[in-house]
């Protein structure tokens, strides 16, 4: 009995450790990752929004802006400029998003971290053999292989 506390125990520091680990990972990857998205939503809808006065206005619009703002050059330019920088931007940082599955990693992480939290339970609950608990965590192990 004692060897399988001693296993018990080594599994459920292994289980704290991974647990851990992937709460690191998702600390540091959420938060990028939402600035990316939120930085695409926004330069769309400034790329939108610049394309939009020009397109509903006419030259009157325009005429209007470039007269208001005292400048030298129509303003239709300078809106098509930024309207294509933002568009960029909001592409960029779409791809950077998917390029690496983001989105993908931090669903993985988080269901093998509730998984690993309900092993823990059930381990500290003496509600499974470490044997079987043990199989368990080397089947969850793969679902975060690139942490």
Request: hydrophobic share 40%; net charge neutral.
């Amino acid at each position: 009995m004692p060897e399988q506390a001693d296993s018990t125990g080594a599994l459920l520091k292994r289980i704290n450790d991974k647990r851990s680990e992937i709460e690191q990972y998702l600390s540091r990857t959420r938060p990028r990752n939402r600035r990316l998205v939120n930085t695409a939503i926004i330069c769309s809808a400034v790329a939108a929004a610049l394309t939009a006065g020009p397109a509903f206005g006419g030259k009157t619009f325009t005429a209007w802006l470039t007269g208001t703002l005292g400048l030298t050059s129509p303003v239709w330019q300078l809106m098509c400029i930024g309207a294509a920088v933002c568009s960029l931007g909001a592409t960029i940082t779409t791809n950077m998003s998917k390029s690496d599955e983001t989105a993908s990693k931090i669903l993985r992480a988080q269901t093998c971290d509730a998984k690993l939290e309900g092993l823990e339970t059930l381990i500290e609950m003496e509600q499974i053999d470490a044997a079987k608990a043990s199989s368990l965590y080397t089947q969850y192990l793969p679902e975060v292989s690139f942490i």
